[in-house]
């Protein structure tokens, strides 16, 4: 008898667990779970046609069927092949594209190119990879610092990183020093 209930018992216990709830999950829900997740990372993101970037984060969490990673309290830097530094930046959130290397940036989003001495702040801002162009929309306030003094911003922004080219649709302020 303790040997039937014992049984019914590991039973019930193996039948109410799963080591894959992925394999489980209705259609829609399959995309929920990441394929890995990492606490308190530090992670080297090789991409395409740059040097890589050095991460780390909150938490990582790669999602292998919707080809995307989800970053959290994100602080990266990037070097060239001799070690000096050419960017750094912090975020809350970002979620990356990981068959084209785009990436969605949200909270606190601050980017700094130690190479050319500038700063870009905003609290959205999209990276498209293989077109070297930043991006925020209409909407959204960004402000571009260049050696601490000159001071841009505005909205409907518009950075394109491999013809150094800064546009914004709408000014809300700007100053700019000729330097000699």
């Known amino acids: 008898m303790k040997i039937v209930v014992l049984l019914g018992a590991i039973g019930i216990l193996l039948s109410s667990c799963s080591f894959a709830p992925e394999e489980f999950a209705s259609p829609g829900e399959q995309n929920s779970y990441p394929s890995i997740r990492m606490e308190e990372a530090q992670y080297l993101w090789e991409i395409s046609g740059s040097e890589p970037l050095r ?8 999602y292998d069927t919707m080809q995307q990673t989800h970053i959290h309290q994100v602080h990266f830097t990037q070097s060239n092949d001799e070690g000096i530094l050419l960017f750094s930046g912090s975020c809350d959130a970002a979620i990356v594209d990981t068959a084209t290397d785009c990436m969605s940036m949200t909270g606190d989003v601050i980017i700094r190119n130690h190479r050319d001495d500038f700063v870009i702040e905003a ?45 914004f649709s709408h000014i809300e302020e700007g100053q700019l020093y000729y330097d000699q």
């Open 123 to 167: 609290e959205i801002l999209q990276w498209d990879h293989p077109n070297r162009i930043a991006t925020s929309d209409e909407h959204t306030l960004v402000t571009i610092i260049r050696s601490e003094h000159d001071i841009l911003s505005g909205t409907g922004f518009r950075g394109d990183f491999a013809t150094a080219t800064f546009e």
């Open 55 to 62: 991460i780390e984060a909150a938490s990582i969490e790669v």
